[in-house]
């Protein structure tokens, strides 16, 4: 999901329920808000809730039952402004699965043909599952229709997985991921986007922390004892009467924790996900792509782009997982095209060998590590 989008869900869903004469606290106004009024508006059966609906998410409580009793919801595992995205069990193996059902809106995108997931999650399923980038790719197991009250939600069947990356930018200073976890995450990263490149014929375009994901060993064994330590929570009833005369009931979000991981990361197994904003490489379904700190420069000009597109963001994130910081300080795609000429004179001067990754006091130079030195990384990472 792009910075971008999302801001312009919040703005379009903000101007429907205005235009609509709903007024609501600007200080509530986030994500999290947004889909607590969405899910309010879905639940109630005034002519707001079917102007909103449109580009509401599917109301959704844990123990519900999603295509046709095949699916029980569990748990919420997290949320997008596109999507929410749950943990169900289900009538067959395999036991345990996630799901991500998709808004209205975004339904329709899909129906139009703006939007194409599905068929980009059926060639990443299939196109040769013997490349050593297949596994290290979200496995998908079906699509199906969730018909509700004003229109139809699509929801895909993946395998669930653990922690995404973006949990290491919370780690203290002294716990900085290793050198050699993140040859070894950067590497299985590559791997996949070798994969989607050269045999799927797919560029990404969303490539970011918290679109890379830690896998299972043994995933059923790692549900239980979650599910057991952490019980699906809710949070307290909240009440609007500008929105509904009944209670707004929101689900928590709780990722599944990835307990078994060592503190040096040397067992790391991580799968890319979220294909919501790839493009074909023969063909761009939309030229606005990805978040803009990780955008290239030939994105930022509108020269033009490819797969390429994928590896200047797979740098950024190199940078970050070993420092906890982001290369570029400010969503000003200007700021990050000028640095060009910082990074190449820092790499004739620079002597970053000698110089702690946790370094507080060397944080801000390193944020003109040079694309050469970015090279070299990723260059390491696929002999590691």
């Not at 379009?12 to 205005?18: D, E, G, Q, R, S």
């Not at 993140?182 to 922390?209: F, M, N, S, W």
């Amino acid at each position: 999901m792009s910075i971008s989008s999302a801001r312009l869900a919040e703005f379009v869903l903000h101007v429907a329920l205005h235009c609509q004469g709903v007024q609501h606290n600007m200080d509530l106004f986030s994500f999290e808000s947004v889909e607590k009024t969405a899910n309010a508006l879905a639940r109630w059966n005034g002519p707001i809730a079917r102007e909103g609906w449109r580009f509401g998410y599917l109301p959704i409580l844990p123990d519900k039952k999603l295509c046709n009793g095949r699916f029980q919801v569990v748990r919420k595992l997290g949320w997008g402004a596109n999507s929410t995205v749950w943990l169900a069990s289900a009538t067959g193996p395999p036991q345990y699965v996630a799901i991500k059902v998709i808004t209205a809106h975004a339904t329709a995108l899909h129906r139009s043909g703006i939007l194409a997931e599905v068929s980009f999650l059926k060639r990443i399923e299939s196109a040769n599952p013997n490349h050593p980038g297949h596994r290290h790719c979200s496995r998908f197991y079906e699509a199906f229709f969730e018909t509700a009250a004003e229109g139809q939600h699509l929801g895909f069947v993946m395998e669930p997985l653990g922690t995404d990356l973006a949990v290491y930018r919370e780690l203290p200073p002294g716990t900085r991921l290793p050198i050699p976890a993140v040859k070894r995450l950067t590497k299985q990263t590559l791997l996949a986007l070798d994969y989607l490149h050269t045999e799927c014929g797919i560029i990404h375009c969303d490539l970011k922390p918290g679109n890379v994901l830690v896998s299972f060993d043994d995933v059923k064994g790692a549900i239980i004892v979650d599910l057991a330590e952490e019980p699906t929570a809710l949070y307290p009833p909240r009440y609007d009467q500008s929105i509904s005369d009944q209670a707004i009931i929101t689900v928590k979000s709780q990722t599944l924790r990835s307990r078994d991981l060592k503190d040096d990361g040397s067992n790391i197994v991580v799968k890319l996900a979220d294909f919501g904003h790839a493009n074909w490489v023969s063909s761009h379904l939309t030229e606005d792509i990805l978040p803009e700190l990780l955008r290239p420069p030939e994105v930022i000009i509108g020269s033009g782009w490819d797969t390429a597109a994928d590896i200047w963001p797979l740098g950024c994130l190199t940078f970050e997982y070993r420092t906890g910081v982001n290369l570029f300080i400010e969503e000003k795609e200007p700021t990050s095209l000028s640095l060009i000429p910082c990074w190449l004179n820092f790499c004739k001067s620079a002597k970053t060998k000698n110089t702690s990754a946790n370094d507080s006091t060397s944080i801000s130079s390193k944020r003109f590590i040079s694309l050469v030195a970015v090279g070299r990384a990723l260059t390491a990472a696929t002999r590691y």
